[in-house]
């Protein structure tokens, strides 16, 4: 089974009206890191994962998961 990993790195960066530059600068990573993840060229690290996840306050399943055949879609987002 083909598996990737997906993100919404792209949609709490709006949400939270942040640039790719300001996001890479607050955990540490460069904007290329930042947009090679949003598009899916790039699976980040668990470290830099986790600090995009608290960057937002979210868990990590909220903001990464794995995609294939039988499970395409995201998780839904948790209220708040």
Same mark, same amino acid.
């Given at each position: 089974?083909?598996?990737?990993? =997906?993100?919404?790195?792209?949609v709490?960066r709006?949400?939270?009206?942040?640039?790719?530059?300001?996001? =890479?600068?607050?955990?540490?990573?460069?904007?290329?890191?930042?947009?090679?993840?949003?598009?899916?060229?790039?699976? +980040?690290?668990?470290?830099? *994962?986790?600090?995009? *996840?608290?960057?937002?306050?979210? @868990?990590?399943?909220?903001?990464?998961?794995?995609?294939? =055949?039988?499970? +395409?879609? +995201? @998780?839904p987002? *948790? +209220?708040?």
């Amino acid at each position: 089974m083909n598996k990737r990993l =997906a993100n919404r790195v792209r949609v709490f960066r709006a949400e939270h009206n942040l640039s790719q530059a300001e996001l =890479a600068e607050a955990i540490g990573v460069s904007r290329k890191t930042i947009s090679t993840i949003e598009v899916g060229r790039f699976v +980040p690290s668990t470290i830099i *994962a986790l600090q995009i *996840a608290n960057h937002f306050g979210v @868990p990590l399943e909220q903001v990464f998961w794995l995609k294939d =055949a039988g499970h +395409p879609g +995201p @998780p839904p987002l *948790a +209220p708040g």
